[in-house]
């Protein structure tokens, strides 16, 4: 894969480095941290600041029973044994006076990235960091509206969702395992507040580490393949998902949901490309979406995926 080989090739040198790449492999970007150009910029793992900017949008999503079609889908393959976690994402219709830079500038969020004028995304879920021959990934899997009565409580004490994140959980535990040794859950389950828009949600991660050699930079190419596509924006079996995935949505992903993040020379940092909007002529499009499992409510599910639509 010429992907694998350009990232060894930097690795190898201690060339710092920008990569971002596409949710399927497919598309992706290589840049020396010494040539990237101006219509290019990022945000690594920052401090979240806050902002009185305006930052309303109005959402056009898909009917709900465009939804409910794509999730009944969904429950089929689930009770046929061909899946057991799916991460469903979805297109939605966005209007908003502000244009992309704008929305880049005043977002707050961990990562950032703005590209080209083309897409913007503000993640708050790492995909990888690399620090001193250890990895770490950060599973981030189940979102409830931190306004509810005891939400926290109420998110962490839920069957579906302890569920999910235990299937997340296992499936990047065995991922980390391809690339380290002595691979362990260090966190299962912590809560996290994260903005919204006018919201604010309560976000459920976990934190998995593994042991890598000492010339692990000369193999960074295997290591960020072989961890691709993000466990959780797939779900588990992996591969039998993604197909199932790509029957069901029935369009492009494209960057999102794939990754970006930089290697300064001697570590690396990384993030899940989610929150994310994209400019399609004059149009924007925000995509979003979450975990179904057997036990989903499709309702629930479906304002999930709107409550996730938002500029932090």
């Known amino acids: 894969m010429k992907l694998k080989k350009i990232l060894n090739n930097y690795g190898s040198k201690k060339e710092p480095f920008f990569f971002m790449i596409s949710y399927n492999l497919q598309d992706y970007e290589v840049i020396p941290l010494k040539d990237i150009p101006k219509n290019i910029q990022y945000e690594i793992n920052t401090k979240i600041g806050s902002s009185n900017k305006n930052k309303s949008i109005e959402k056009k999503p898909i009917s709900y ?7 009944n889908t969904i429950q089929s393959e689930i009770k046929n044994g061909n899946t057991y976690l799916i ?3 979805t297109p939605t219709k966005i209007n908003t006076k502000l244009e992309l830079k704008n929305i880049y500038d005043n977002a707050n969020s961990k990562y950032k990235l703005f590209y080209k004028n083309q897409f913007i995304c503000f993640s708050p879920e790492s995909f990888c960091i690399i620090n001193e021959n250890k990895i770490f990934t950060y599973p981030m899997k189940g979102t409830i509206d931190a306004n509810i009565k005891d939400a926290k409580n109420t998110i962490l004490k839920d069957e579906k969702e302890l569920a999910e994140h235990t299937m997340v959980v296992d499936l990047l535990r065995n991922d980390l395992s391809i690339v380290a ?12 507040k994260i903005k919204a828009g006018k919201k604010e949600l309560f976000q459920i991660s976990s934190k998995i580490s593994g042991e890598l ?11 960020i393949t072989s961890l691709l596509p993000a466990g959780s924006i797939t779900g588990t079996p992996k591969k039998k998902t993604v197909q199932i995935i790509d029957e069901v949505e029935k369009y492009e992903r494209g960057y999102f949901t794939g990754i970006f993040g930089i290697f300064d020379g001697e570590s690396i940092d990384s993030a899940v490309m989610i929150r994310f909007i994209e400019k399609n002529n004059e ?7 979450g975990g179904i499992t057997c036990d989903s409510d499709p309702q629930k599910e479906y304002q ?4 996730k639509v938002y500029i932090p």
Do not use: A, P
């Not at 040794?181 to 996290?192: A, D, G, N």
């Not at 999930?304 to 409550?307: A, N, S, V």
């Open 213 to 223: 050699e000492n010339n692990w930079q000369n193999r960074i190419g295997d290591i």
């Open 87 to 89: 991460n469903l994402t």
């Open 283 to 289: 149009n924007y499009i925000y995509k979003s979406g």
């Open 181 to 192: 040794k002595k691979v362990k859950v260090e966190e299962f389950r912590y809560c996290e």
């Open 304 to 307: 999930e995926m709107l409550d």
């Open 65 to 71: 029973d465009n939804y409910l079609t794509k999730f």
